[in-house]
């Protein structure tokens, strides 16, 4: 596996009703910054992607946030993370989240962390990228896309080579054990140009 440098976190904006999913997220947030990982996220200060966020800050870390020009009326900036850029659209924060990005952790969160993860797993289906990308089920939140996922291979609408595109682990520090155990590419599989 390669150097993992930068990670991508996909979460809500929101906090959630159970007090386990802020837990995770500082958590996330601690671990990232220990281990000298930067944190790419959408840039905002609320909910869990905020706490996370700033527990990396917290903790010495290093996190760059790329946020809609559009989102400011709906979201707070993060002023006080290492970088914040301001971009044109959503399509452009998530190709620059990608970018900057070794690989993915995704925690609880709603409508657009399932559009965003989705469309990486996508990618990685067309051959658009070989990073990792892993769910953080916390508190056994993604145990029912988990389900779906198996329902999706099992009825013929994926190929079973698709299964080591994403992984599902309980705890943040599976999530990095799962990172950091991720297999090489394989020739077969070449990373097409991206454009």
Not at 24 to 53: D, F, S
Not at 95 to 113: I, K, N, Q, W, Y
Request: hydrophobic residues 40%; glycine residues 8%.
């Amino acid at each position: 596996m390669k150097e993992i440098q930068a990670v991508g976190v996909f979460c809500s904006s929101y906090e959630g009703v159970d007090g386990v999913y802020t837990k995770a997220a500082l958590e996330l947030g601690e671990q990232l910054a220990k281990r000298y990982v930067t944190m790419v996220y959408g840039g905002g200060v609320q909910g869990l992607m905020g706490k996370v966020a700033n527990a990396v800050m917290g903790h010495g870390g290093r996190v760059i946030g790329f946020m809609p020009h559009h989102l400011k009326e709906l979201e707070n900036p993060n002023l006080t993370i290492t970088e914040l850029h301001l971009v044109d659209t959503m399509h452009t924060r998530k190709r620059l989240m990608f970018e900057h990005s070794d690989a993915f952790f995704v925690l609880p969160g709603g409508f657009g962390t399932l559009d965003e993860t989705f469309e990486l797993i996508t990618w990685r289906q067309l051959a658009l990228h070989d990073k990792p990308i892993v769910f953080i089920n916390v508190n056994n939140y993604w145990t029912p896309l988990e389900e779906l996922t198996k329902n999706i291979f099992k009825q013929g609408f994926a190929r079973p080579e698709h299964k080591k595109y994403f992984k599902f682990v309980k705890t943040v520090p599976e999530a990095f054990e799962a990172l950091f155990k991720a297999p090489e590419p394989t020739t077969n599989e070449p990373v097409a140009e991206w454009v």
